[in-house]
């Protein structure tokens, strides 16, 4: 019977290493799938009731209802005016990231003063979601996890 010896020396086992620590790096920061995007877009309803007129800065207040998503946002530092303003939101779902962008036009009038309320009930979600929030005309964002789950409410605010 043949006997094969192999001699692995320093050298062959630094290689070894090297390969398998490659392999545990590469397993590690392999990229999460893509998923599927879903864009919705939503009409905000202005109110002229509300906190609005008590906040300082602009704010962004989220809540599962039982019937979906409403998002009610206050304090557009004089973006909106009393007549022919008008607020939108465009959706996008992607996993379990979500990315609302913010869109204003602006009417004529006096300096609007309320909120604006969007009833965003087609977002029929479950789980725990990653909410990005952009105001591409305030130059503000803000991010938050939202569980949907009738009940859960979050309150940010808008930051440059």
Known sequence: MVQLWIALGTVEWCVIGFIAA?????VVLKPSPKHEAMTMFFRGDMEASGLAGNVEEPELEAYVADRGLVIIRRGFDGLLRSDGSSVALAVTVAGQDITIKERVASGHGDE??????????GLRLRGNYHVRYVSDDLSRSTAFSLLFSPGVRVRRTLRQ
């Open 22 to 26: 490659m392999a545990v790096l590469a």
């Open 112 to 121: 609007f003063r309320g909120e604006a309320v969007f009833d965003a009930s």
